[in-house]
């Protein structure tokens, strides 16, 4: 496996081509100005999100901008309760921001569609009684995509892409954790959606299967180049799994800075370097905050 890919970021300006403006490590690396830079492929534009119940209103996230790239590995990394899950939700279209925007491919989301799929953290969701290929093939079915002769090839041509096809007609208790991760993403992909959503998958897994399944992200993403938003509470793994981060700060969620972090891979987790950037990301989510320091305390 390799991961080379991974130190070749921002991944949009390196696959055009494009010079890389002020894209270093440890500065803040907002939506760079330059006019050479592609147009984000997902824009979130100022949003707030709120919960209404009948006793009160929660403000989950307060006008947060982020622009995410064709082929980023973005991260959205914040402790619990900042909005994380939220923003996800809203990306998904499932949540209305109260204000702001959010534009996919020059289009404003409305609504959940086959455009935006959530990859689930339950890889052991997948149906056992239904082939790889059966499970892949089943979201373009259900959803009325494909018909079903279309549906299988598709599906297998996706398994072929993730490197399964040897594995299209096995079930999936045949297959390890790593595979059944690839066959959930692959499953994902068949709809060919614009952008995939990961939220906290590997948050319950022990640390030696959690890498594993990092690891089988990022070498998935190095042959097929898709475009992740991945939201964590883990400093490390936003380090190593994403080639840009947006840290939120506690309840509600603003984005604090964002920063490049293409040169890390799981390789360097041990590093001085790695351990250093760590420490700055930990030091940036607990400092206090500047606008809530300055309020009375209640
Ligand atoms: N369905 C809901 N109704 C009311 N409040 C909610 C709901 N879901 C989440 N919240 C609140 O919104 C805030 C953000 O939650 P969430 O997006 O789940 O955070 P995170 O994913 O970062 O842990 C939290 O304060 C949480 O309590
Ligand atoms: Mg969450």
Redesign the pocket.
């Known amino acids: 496996m390799t991961l080379v890919a991974k130190r070749d970021a921002p991944a949009a300006t390196q696959q055009r081509g494009l010079p890389v403006p002020g894209f270093r490590y440890g500065e803040e690396a907002r939506a760079p100005q330059a006019a050479s830079m592609p147009t984000p492929l997902l824009r979130i534009a100022g949003v707030s999100l709120e919960?209404r119940?009948p006793e009160r209103v929660?403000r989950?996230t307060h006008r947060v901008d982020i622009d995410v790239y064709e082929a980023d590995r973005f991260v959205l990394l914040?402790?619990?309760?900042?909005?994380?899950?939220?923003?996800l939700k809203a990306v998904a279209g499932f949540i209305p921001p109260i204000e702001g925007e959010i534009i996919l491919d020059g289009r404003p989301v409305r609504g959940p569609g086959p455009d935006r799929i959530v990859v689930f953290q339950e890889f052991d969701q997948l149906p056992p009684w239904k082939t790889v290929v059966q499970n892949v093939a089943f979201p373009l079915r259900a959803s009325g995509t494909l018909g079903r002769r279309e549906a299988e090839a598709r599906a297998r041509h996706t398994i072929d892409k993730v490197g399964l096809s040897r594995f299209a007609d096995s079930y999936p208790h045949q297959l390890s954790g790593g595979m059944k991760q690839r066959v959930a993403i692959a499953r994902a992909l068949a709809m060919q959606p614009k952008v995939l959503l990961m939220d906290e998958p590997f948050a319950a897994l022990d640390a030696l299967t959690r890498r594993k399944m990092q690891e089988e992200l990022l070498a998935l993403w190095d042959e097929i180049r898709f475009t992740l938003l991945f939201?964590t509470?883990s400093i490390e793994e936003a380090l190593a799994v994403g080639n840009r981060v947006a840290l939120l700060s506690a309840?509600p969620?603003r984005v604090r800075g964002e920063f490049n972090s293409h040169e890390f891979d799981l390789t360097s987790v041990g590093s001085s370097a790695f351990q250093a950037a760590v420490q700055r990301l930990h030091r940036r989510l607990f400092d206090a905050d500047p606008e809530t320091a300055a309020r009375p305390a209640l």
């Open positions: 919960y119940t929660i989950a914040g402790p619990s309760g900042c909005g994380k899950s939220t923003l939201v509470h309840h969620g």
